[in-house]
């Protein structure tokens, strides 16, 4: 039987010091760094998740716990890359556990390639189903990490072809304090349009001027040149909500009537890098 013991030696012996410092860079694990006070020992995703190829079913769910619990970075994403292989493979009551274990720790989900590697692959696809003001809950925590975790859960209701939750969340977080929190509404807005351009245009057309500049430049990547200067100098006409389902018109509309008061401002704001935003266009 596999143990948190057997992981940690394995990522202790991919472990480089050169590549540690520089992940400790990329992911501003620096003081003043929206990941600061992380450590991290230098083992690539690729290595990492051969890892957990080689370990996830047969450590329990208690000792995946255990990983990802710890001070070490690449633990942590290796026990989320472990909780993605025993959701995938479980049943209801498993994946049901799996949900709640990363509920209970989003604390340890602390930067943004730990949520991009969870969230659209645990959060989302229990909620599929089910209830989710889960996630409003999440949208309104003081933690960027929290807000952002409830936007990225709603890849998988965008691949199901549910688009409400993430007009629903993209409309309350449309002023949010962090450039992370607009990155992924951006990404999420944008994954909405490659599937039902009608759609994400509709939601823009009234919100474009008012979003923030990052948020509207990932929202509309994959426009055509012209039509993405015309976002960008403002001379998008708005034809408010015609042409949006009913169902997603009235999602979007809901947080604005909830009265949920907005997440408050970071003591500091996080600026994400470049390599932030093509990692996100490579999370599957």
């Known amino acids: 039987m596999a143990t948190t013991a057997d992981i940690r030696r394995d990522l ?32 690539t995703v690729p290595d990492q998740r051969r890892v957990a190829a080689r370990y996830w079913r047969d450590l329990t769910l208690a000792d995946t716990a255990e990983l990802l619990a710890g001070d070490v970075h690449e633990e942590r994403l290796t026990s989320l890359l472990i909780l993605v292989r025993k959701f995938a493979k479980g049943d209801e009551a498993e994946r049901g556990r799996i949900f709640r274990l990363v509920l209970a720790n989003t ?15 645990l959060v989302g696809p229990w ?9 409003d809950r999440l949208a309104g925590s003081d933690r960027v990490w929290d807000r952002r975790i409830a936007v990225m859960a709603t890849f998988a209701f965008i691949r199901a072809g549910d688009f409400g939750w993430t007009f629903r969340l993209a409309d309350r977080l449309l002023r949010d304090p962090h450039d992370l929190v607009h990155k992924a509404v951006g990404w999420m807005l944008r994954e909405v349009g490659n599937r039902d351009r009608a759609a994400a245009e509709e939601f823009l057309a009234g919100r474009y001027r008012d979003m923030p500049r990052v948020m509207l430049r990932y929202a509309i990547e994959k426009f055509e040149p012209e039509r993405r200067r015309a976002y960008l100098s403002g001379t998008v006409r708005s034809t408010a909500r015609r042409g949006l389902p009913a169902r997603v018109a009235g999602e979007a509309a809901e947080a604005a009537d909830a009265g949920v008061q907005q997440p408050a401002q970071p003591s500091r704001q996080a600026q994400a890098g470049d390599e932030e935003r093509r990692h996100g266009h490579d999370v599957r």
């Open 12 to 43: 202790a012996g991919l472990a480089d010091p050169g590549r540690a410092a520089a992940t400790s860079r990329f992911l501003q694990m620096t003081p003043g760094g929206y990941g600061e006070g992380d450590r991290a020992i230098g083992v």
């Open 107 to 121: 604390g340890q989900i602390n930067n943004w390639d730990l949520v991009d590697s969870s969230a659209p692959y």
């Open 127 to 135: 909620l599929l189903d089910k209830d989710r003001d889960v996630l």
